[in-house]
């Protein structure tokens, strides 16, 4: 058996992949070269280009106990501009992705913070708000499973408009699909893998989190539903009855 090394770059990447080659699979001589397709890891769901440019549509809406329950309807753009690299202590690529806010575009954008994108042979993990998620691992295979949370305690809280939830109980990270054409918000895209990040329900919670990839483009759209509620009314359908929390869609408008 050889352990064969390979560099790959791909849209920023640049990755030593190794490669165990069983001889009665590849013959091969001494000059040969081997060539690997970025795209069978696929390392193309996430391309990384310094000011690569990404807009998003954010619809939201949020529950709050005030005077009742209350729900606001929001939209809002995102931005998120590909802004600088460094090696972090492990000598590892790191990609600073800073995001701008507006409810109109027309008015101008505000820089609101940045995440940190890693990229690994093996993952892709994001750093955002101060908790670091395994978004994507390679290769993107369907039916793949990874606890994406491993270094989010489930107990974490988040604010909503001055209410608190824990919203990241019971995750478990899946490839639904992977390399098959779909569309999403009425823009088809000809390669596309979906991660199911969360789909719990019980009769007093609901957390539901996927999100959707394109090939040579990125994150083009992501759901989540992260709801509390005391109403026990198993009659209604939850977003009729929660009262902390959000539905929220992210879109991708731009490229």
Request: aromatic share 14%.
């Amino acid at each position: 058996m050889y352990f064969v090394g390979v560099e790959i770059k791909w849209g920023g990447w640049r990755l030593l992949v190794g490669s165990s080659l069983l001889l009665s699979c590849i013959a091969c001589t001494k000059d040969s070269v081997e060539t690997l397709d970025p795209g069978f890891f696929g390392y193309d769901y996430f391309p990384l280009t310094l000011d690569a440019v990404r807009t998003y549509r954010v619809d939201s809406v949020i529950y709050i106990q005030r005077a009742g329950i209350q729900k606001d309807t929001i939209h809002a753009f995102i931005r998120e501009v590909v802004r600088d690299s460094f090696r972090d202590a492990l000598q590892q690529l790191v990609y600073r992705v800073e995001r701008f806010h507006t409810r109109d575009s027309a008015l101008g954008w505000t820089l609101v913070d940045a995440s940190y994108v890693t990229a690994s042979p093996e993952r892709l993990t994001v750093r955002d708000h101060g908790l670091t998620f395994i978004r994507l691992v390679f290769p993107v295979q369907q039916a793949r499973v990874w606890d994406g949370n491993v270094w989010v305690h489930p107990k974490n809280q988040i604010d909503i408009s001055g209410e608190t939830l824990e919203p990241y109980e019971n995750w478990y990270y899946l490839y639904e699909y992977a390399g098959k054409p779909d569309t999403l918000a009425g823009r088809a895209y000809s390669k596309v893998c979906k991660v199911s990040e969360a789909d719990d329900e019980n009769i007093i919670q609901k957390r539901y989190s996927a999100a959707w990839y394109a090939a040579g483009i990125g994150l083009v759209y992501r759901e989540q539903w992260l709801l509390d509620t005391q109403n026990t009314d198993a009659s209604l359908p939850f977003h009729l009855r929660a009262q902390k929390g959000f539905i929220m869609m992210q879109t991708l408008i731009y490229p």
